[in-house]
């Protein structure tokens, strides 16, 4: 959006921060599918402790962690989480997902994914001991669970998806975990398909509602508008069984090409459209209010959530959700440099500009429609998405975009705003580029006791309107 931006002064960038250099955040990544070791950790660590997320999604392998009955080996996962928490990281785990020692079906199923153990009593113990000895094992270092990834897909609830059977697990999960850390956080839900309310519904009128603390849902849309529907639904819908339930964003994301496989595949996606659509998705949850958020992911790796095992093909299926960019060598794991993509500057803009302490707010600042020479007519005039923010220091910010069809359309204008009581020199933060910009003086127009913001750009990724030191 050079054309609009050029009349204004770049006057800095937003530096980024590392995690260990961020106490508080909402922000997050996905790591997971390690319990399938489809990408080497190693080389993403010190990459995605730059990005500044705080919190990390990892899964808990039980199909990797116990080969012998009632013997677990946590090594792998000791490594993980270990160099996450030492670079200011905090992981959070999803408990999942089958085991073939316990189960035949998941023998054939690479990974054992979507085989819940529920179908006799054995499988039930050695679950629940299963949990017992991971809680245990990560006491002090870990303190949300989540139970199992996506229940309400097929893929990952094989035998047929039931909501009344994964509540009851969920259930039987968290007694689990809090017979060894009363005071863990018990996370449930991990819902994708969120236009289905039944599923929620009845796994929480099975019990779930009193078990969990926090429900989380994943989504997957070049619209994130439909976030201010799903997610109030969500949380009425929580509220009306428990109003203590918090909602978390757990997974969302988008791909950097269209060739690939899983969520949104076959989209006219590019690294701008994916890095667009990170910071949108992003900014819409911070204005939601969730818990936290979790982009996924942070790497290109395989789906494998279809693969059966000795047939390499059926689980050779890339996703580019990565924002960290990888080849893949012949059996399908990660490869190369694990390269940033723009996605990858971006996120870590938003990291950094809402780091610590960020509070949603309204702010004494309206939309106004006045003639704009760079439109060579008028501002823009149709809807858009906005909403204010504020921190401890007294700053704030106006959010705002045009949320856009991103597969067709590329959307840049001009938009103006009367502002009100709002102390601080405006200015335009880009979340894209992390540019920042002072507003010329021809600009601003004195109105009342208030100002007239002129023709600023309005584009189809978030901006902030800033007053104070709210972007540094």
């Known amino acids: ?61 039980w199909q990797r962690t116990e080969r012998e009955k009632g013997v677990y ?25 089958g085991n073939d020692l316990y189960n035949e ?68 999960t968290a007694e689990a975990v809090r017979a060894v850390n009363p005071a863990a956080k018990i996370i449930g839900g991990s819902i994708c398909l969120l236009d289905n309310m039944d599923f929620l519904d009845t796994a929480l009128a099975a019990g779930m509602a009193d078990a969990v603390d926090a429900i989380t849902f994943h989504e997957y849309t070049p619209d994130e508008s439909a976030l201010f529907r799903h997610v109030p639904a969500l949380r009425a819908l929580a509220h009306s069984y428990n109003p203590d339930i918090k909602i978390i964003q757990g997974e969302s994301g988008s791909q950097s090409r269209s060739d690939g496989a899983g969520a949104v595949r076959g989209g006219a996606w590019t690294e701008e459209r994916q890095a667009k659509q990170c910071i949108r998705h992003a900014v819409a949850d911070l204005m939601n209010d969730v818990e936290f958020s979790s982009y996924f992911s942070c790497m290109d790796m395989i789906e494998a959530l279809n693969g059966t095992v000795g047939d390499k093909n059926s689980y050779l299926d890339y996703g580019y959700f990565g924002i960290l960019g990888a080849d893949f060598d012949a059996d399908g794991f990660a490869s190369g440099e694990y390269s940033p993509k723009l996605s990858y500057y971006a996120y870590q803009n938003v990291c950094s500009v809402f780091a610590e302490e960020v509070e949603l707010c309204d702010l004494p600042i309206l939309r106004a429609v006045i003639p704009s020479r760079r439109m060579i007519g008028s501002d823009y005039a149709g809807t858009f998405l906005s909403h204010g923010f504020k921190k401890p220091n007294g700053s704030v910010a106006l959010a705002y975009w045009n949320s856009t069809q991103l ?43 208030g100002y007239v913001i002129k023709n600023v750009p309005i584009t189809d990724y978030p901006l902030l309107l800033t007053f104070g030191d709210f972007a540094e």
């Open 407 to 449: 597969m067709s359309t590329n959307f840049e204008s001009t938009i103006s705003f009367n502002v009100a009581a709002v102390k601080g020199e405006p200015r335009v933060v880009d979340l894209l580029s992390g540019k920042i910009y002072a507003i010329p003086a021809e600009m601003i127009e004195q109105k009342g006791t």
């Open 105 to 172: 079906e998941a023998k054939t199923v690479f990974g054992a994914v979507g085989c819940p153990p529920i179908f006799n009593d054995e499988q039930k113990t050695a679950w629940a001991n299963y949990v017992k000895a991971t809680v245990k094992h990560f006491e002090g270092r870990i303190t949300h669970w989540e139970v199992w990834n996506e229940p309400d897909g097929k893929w990952c609830w094989k035998h047929g998806v039931n909501a009344e059977e994964y509540g009851r697990f969920a259930v039987a």
């Open 1 to 61: 959006m050079a054309y609009q931006l050029e009349q204004l002064k770049e006057i800095g960038r937003v530096t980024p921060k590392a995690s260990v250099e961020i106490k508080k955040s909402k922000m997050g990544i996905g790591f997971e599918k390690l319990d399938r070791n489809v990408f080497d950790p190693e080389k993403a660590y010190d990459k995605l402790a730059k990005v500044g997320v705080k919190w990390v999604r990892i899964q808990s392998g």
């Open 73 to 97: 080996n946590f090594a792998w996962i000791d490594t993980v989480v270990d160099n996450l928490l030492d670079r200011g990281m905090q992981p959070w785990i999803c408990l999942c997902y």
